[in-house]
């Protein structure tokens, strides 16, 4: 399946939930699969920390597949044969959505630091005017980690669209553990000498803040076990040390070569951006309780976790369900066995893929 | 006894006898709620049905069936569930399964305004046969495992039952003996009880 990221420019301006305004707003999106003539048989992906739009197929020359590909197409989980698959950049992304690296329509320069501080409610309004764009009323909204906050986000927010919510590896707030893990990611990014108070865009980027960022992340995306199962103790090459400070473990080589890769893709404000507005979500403090915020949802969940994520642990999805079903709330949980840590909900779809198949069996999307 | 009762079929009579029992617009949790064929009946009379198991087989059953079902331990109890909440929580053939049947009883009584309980009766006099005359752990169309992989890890016969709700104040609203022998010989249906004729039974419970 070839693809490709398309733009759709938002003529109003859009206000945020600190007040601040955006104007020239635009979505880079992708879609596969065809909306069908009552536009009810939509999906919409909701990518996490530092994903984009192509969450499935190839782009034309690229070697790699989109984010989800595993779970996105002909037949699998999120069926192309029967859906239409949606699935944006967030608001404050680096990869075509307007964020902290686009151009601020005022000033003629990079936002940098002057782009307002976002939550996740003001990423989910910004999906909402993609939806409009296209006429979709009902909708089921699924996603991962981050995704799975927008996902909750979304029925919340909009009850009367979400007829179906799958929150994958998510919660409705961070721990104290996440947000700290966070916190020393933002503070790698803050002290690169590079850094310039965000004023990097034409000179050279904090790399090895944000690195380090995604260092730090991608020990919190495993597990001891996978770390294990991994790279154990074995030595990069021979099998003995070099006695100096230069990459002696594979986990270390590991570790290096994410910080590199991500550093040629992502842009270091809209990591700080993103992981703010991750921080900051707690449904039960904007609610009151957790149980409130779910009082008027009309949506049937499907909460998966994992046994081995300690990032995102089951006890929160489960108190996701409780909360649910205290208020009666059609809600079904799933508990997967899974060695992979918090990285399991992009990899294990094979029980992803039977579980929301199963799920998603009886709400009839068709291209009829 | 009726030889030509399958495991199966066996359920679906209690699946019926505990669906019929159950008023429409109840909210009921089904505790080990399996493949979600009991849910399944009870969505369909219009309750308000939810499961647990413990099986992720099953509960990618149940979302098949567009249940709600929750994969958990009942055995870690209810938390989580307030008091009440539920207008009955079942736990059908179950109960012989459970870790701490005091503890899941007492967790459903919490929860649920009433509760239905059914199990294989141990003292059904088969079984007392079996263990009588061959010496060995009985074995039955509803209990067909070996002593050494059997899951039912808490027998009880309708007796234990009786002595157990009474010292818990537990308050039997019905006693339904499924599968019962046909006796006819008036002697045995006077002096020998349920305990002995009732290879399975279900019991609808309150708190006292």
């Known amino acids: 399946m070839i693809t490709e990221t398309k733009i759709l420019k938002l003529n109003e301006k859009i206000v945020l939930q600190s007040g601040a305004e955006l104007e020239n707003v ?12 009552n536009k009810d048989n939509a999906i919409l992906l909701l990518h996490a920390l530092t994903g984009d739009a192509h969450a499935a197929g190839y782009h034309k020359g690229d070697k ?36 902290p690296n686009s151009i601020n329509p005022k000033t003629g320069v990079e936002y940098g630091l002057s782009f307002p501080i976002f939550t996740i409610e003001d990423v989910v309004k910004v999906q909402k005017k993609l939806i409009d764009y296209f006429g979709i009323k ?16 979304w029925a919340i927010s909009y009850p009367e669209m979400v007829n179906r919510a799958i929150v994958i590896a998510s ?15 933002r503070n790698a990014i803050l002290s690169d000498a590079n850094f310039n108070n965000g004023n990097y865009y034409h000179a050279q980027k904090p790399e090895k803040g944000l690195a380090i960022a995604r260092m730090i992340g991608h020990i919190t995306y495993l597990c001891e076990e996978a770390m294990h199962e991994k790279f154990a103790r074995r030595f990069q090459d021979n099998d003995s040390p070099h006695f100096t400070f ?13 910080g590199q890769a991500f550093v040629d893709r992502f842009d270091a404000n809209s990591y700080l951006y993103i992981t703010k507005a991750v921080d900051y979500f707690d449904l039960a403090k904007k609610f009151g309780s957790l149980e ?31 909360a649910l079903m205290k208020n009666k ?40 | 006894m009726d030889k030509h009762y399958t495991e199966s079929k066996g359920l679906h009579l209690n699946y019926s006898i505990i669906t019929d029992m159950i008023e429409k617009d109840a909210q009921v949790l089904d505790l080990g709620c399996g493949d979600g064929t009991l849910l399944k009946m009870l969505k369909n009379k219009g309750i308000c049905a939810r499961g647990i198991d413990i099986s992720q087989s099953n509960i990618v059953k149940c979302l098949e069936k567009g249940l709600s079902v929750f994969q958990g331990d009942i055995d870690e109890g209810l938390m989580g569930y307030s008091d009440k909440s539920y207008d009955y929580v079942i736990l059908n053939q179950t109960l012989q399964l459970t870790e701490k049947p005091d503890y899941v009883i007492n967790e459903m009584l ?26 060995k752990m009985p074995k039955s169309n509803i209990l067909p495992f070996e002593w050494y992989d059997t899951p039912n890890i808490h027998l009880l016969t309708i007796r234990d039952f009786l002595e157990f709700a009474k010292k818990n104040n537990i308050k039997i609203e019905k006693k339904i003996c499924t599968r019962k022998a046909k006796i006819r010989n008036k002697f045995f249906q006077k002096y020998l009880s349920d305990n002995f004729f009732a290879e399975e039974v279900i019991f609808l419970c309150s708190r006292e």
């Open chain 1, 64 to 99: 790699k597949p989109g984010w989800w590909d595993d779970m996105v197409g002909k037949g699998k989980a999120f069926d192309t044969d029967k859906y239409f698959i949606i699935c944006s950049n967030m608001l404050g992304g680096c990869s075509g959505t307007t964020g």
């Open chain 1, 329 to 368: 709330k059609d809600v079904s949980y799933c508990e997967i066995q899974s060695p992979c840590g918090h990285d399991a909900f992009l990899l294990e779809f094979e029980t992803q893929t039977k579980i929301i198949k199963s799920f998603l069996n009886d709400c009839g999307g068709n291209n009829g």
């Open chain 1, 292 to 322: 409130n915020a779910f009082k008027n949802v009309l949506a049937k969940f499907l909460v998966i976790s994992f046994t081995s994520d300690w990032l995102f642990p089951s006890e929160q999805s489960k108190e996701l369900c409780r």
């Open chain 1, 246 to 258: 230069d990459i002696d473990f594979e986990v270390e080589s590991y570790l290096a070569h994410q």
């Open chain 1, 171 to 185: 919660t409705s707030r961070l721990s104290a553990q996440s947000i700290a893990f966070n916190a020393v990611g």
């Open chain 1, 26 to 37: 635009q979505i880079a999106y992708e879609t596969y699969g065809k909306l069908n003539k």
């Open chain 1, 138 to 153: 009902k909708l089921c909204t699924a996603g991962g980690s981050m995704g799975g906050m927008q996902a909750l986000e």
């Open chain 2, 110 to 135: 919490r929860t649920g305004k009433k509760i239905f309980v059914s199990f294989p009766n141990f003292g059904y006099w088969r079984i007392r046969f079996y263990l009588f005359f061959k010496g």
